[in-house]
């Protein structure tokens, strides 16, 4: 036997040993305390051992544990596992920070034109709060950074795009079907218990009104998500994924699925706009045609088996009073921000405000509300944000510029009448695609200079 084969039985053998041991450690000491405070460390060794060696591949797992996050703390907190707010957090903002922390020591980081217009506004909201307003409400309003900073920090090879596009679309089109189990099989019942002991969007013991709609008396479909509003604004941003990537019509017709019995219009109304965009810049106008006749189909399909005749009446007759209260917000916020040009700070607008005092206010229209917290200055720079980045997508040709164009339009038209910022789970599957293609464009462009200066050179000599 050589000299490199004993090395390595020796090797083994010690590894073996190893973990023989720190089984027969923890299960002496689980006879003294609960395993739990055994386990926690360990597992938390084993997470920092993997982010810190396979930063990419933690990136993926963190991305695709986002939409059922909600439900898997949801259900810790109701077995009364301890710290599930603390783990909560860790698991999101703290591996995520992380995560961008490493991937920019490695990759490196440079100001772009998006970059600045949202460094002014958080600048001018940390100034606003600074003169009335909380930390807590600026970091919650502003958490959405953190997602698309990962993304301007991280950088994917064609593969690992490929595999992230392809896991979305699966992932949201499985949940959708999943989901349609609450819709017509076990009802709200489930929900509202769980939503009843976590102390989460409930009124009276009953789910809150966002469930359900004038007019439409069954179970809009939340699947995983916290809410109809939050999934129906995901399977969105799937579907824009999709129509990039793929060209497979079962997981679109599963998260088209997904999208219509969620009932949410404000990710119709972005689904409604991205599309025709995508379509435009990717030649695919044809696709386009035979796609919106095949959903229009299963929309028109899907009237009398979710009960929707009365909720379209209603939102085509202006009765609708969830549409009023979006139409009030929208005027309300503008005026208060004319009103208060300045802003009046997140202590008494912000939704963590309303959480915390119900006799708080709040616009659920972004832009205003924006405006109404932080002055019409930081709304301006948002605003300016979503514009630039717009442009420098526009201008660069590859799928996933197109996907995070795609991705802007949707969700900028959703937060026309929502808040869906606000939901770190949904901003991170929103924030970071942009956030990479933007990296991939200023990288695109900075490499064509030198190319272009040489030309430049050789038709001069």
Avoid at 277 to 298: E, G, N, P, S, W
Wanted: charged residues 10%; neutral net charge.
């Amino acid at each position: 036997m050589t000299t490199l084969a004993v090395q390595d039985r020796v090797t083994s053998g010690f590894q073996i040993s190893v973990v023989v041991c720190i089984v027969a450690i923890i299960g002496l000491l689980s006879v003294f305390v609960s395993p739990l405070w055994i386990l926690a460390p360990l597992l938390g060794i084993a997470l920092l051992w993997l982010v810190f060696n396979y930063s990419i591949s933690a990136l993926g797992i963190v991305l695709a544990f986002m939409p059922f996050d909600f439900l898997a703390i949801g259900l810790g907190k109701y077995l009364g596992l301890p710290h599930m707010t603390f783990v909560s957090v860790c698991d999101k903002e703290g591996v995520l920070i992380l995560l961008a922390l490493l991937l920019w020591r490695k990759n490196g980081f440079k100001l772009a034109s998006p970059d600045w217009f949202l460094l002014a506004c958080f600048i001018l909201a940390v100034i606003r709060t600074a003169f009335g307003g909380t930390l807590l409400g600026l970091l919650a309003d502003f958490a959405f950074i953190v997602s698309y900073f990962t993304g301007r920090v991280a950088v994917l090879t064609p593969e690992q795009e490929h595999l992230w596009a392809k896991c979305a679309v699966w992932i949201v089109g499985i949940l959708s079907v999943v989901g349609l189990t609450e819709v017509f099989i076990f009802g709200e019942g489930p929900r509202t218990l769980l939503y009843t002991v976590i102390g989460s969007e409930t009124d009276a013991g009953q789910l809150t009104a966002s469930f359900h709609g004038a007019g439409f008396s069954g179970l809009r479909e939340a699947a995983t998500m916290v809410g109809p509003n939050a999934f129906g604004v995901l399977c969105m941003i799937a579907l824009i994924i999709w129509w990039v990537y793929s060209r497979n019509p079962l997981p679109a017709s599963m998260v088209a699925v997904g999208l219509i019995t969620s009932v949410t219009r404000s990710a119709w109304l972005g689904i409604a706009g991205a599309i025709p965009v995508l379509a435009v810049i990717m030649q695919q106008k044809r696709r386009f045609a035979i796609y919106t006749t095949l959903a229009l189909a299963l929309f028109v399909a899907s009237i009398p088996v979710l009960g929707l005749s009365d909720y379209i009446f209603y939102n085509k007759t202006g009765q609708d009073t969830s549409a009023q209260s979006h139409e009030r917000d929208i005027l309300d916020g503008l005026k208060y921000s004319a009103e208060h040009p300045f802003g009046s700070g997140n202590g008494s607008l912000s939704p963590l405000a309303l959480e915390q005092d119900s006799n708080a206010n709040i616009f659920e229209t972004t832009y205003p509300d924006f405006a109404a917290e932080y002055g019409i200055a930081a709304a301006l720079c948002f605003v300016g944000f979503i514009f630039s980045a717009g442009r420098l997508l526009w201008r660069s040709q590859s799928q996933l510029n197109h996907a995070a164009l795609g991705i802007l339009v949707g969700i900028s038209l959703v937060m026309v009448v929502a808040l869906p910022l606000i939901d770190r789970r949904l901003s991170t599957w929103a924030l970071f695609p942009i956030g990479l293609a933007v990296r991939s464009s200023v990288t695109q462009r900075e490499a064509s200079v030198p190319e272009l200066r040489g030309t430049l050179r050789q038709e001069t000599a």
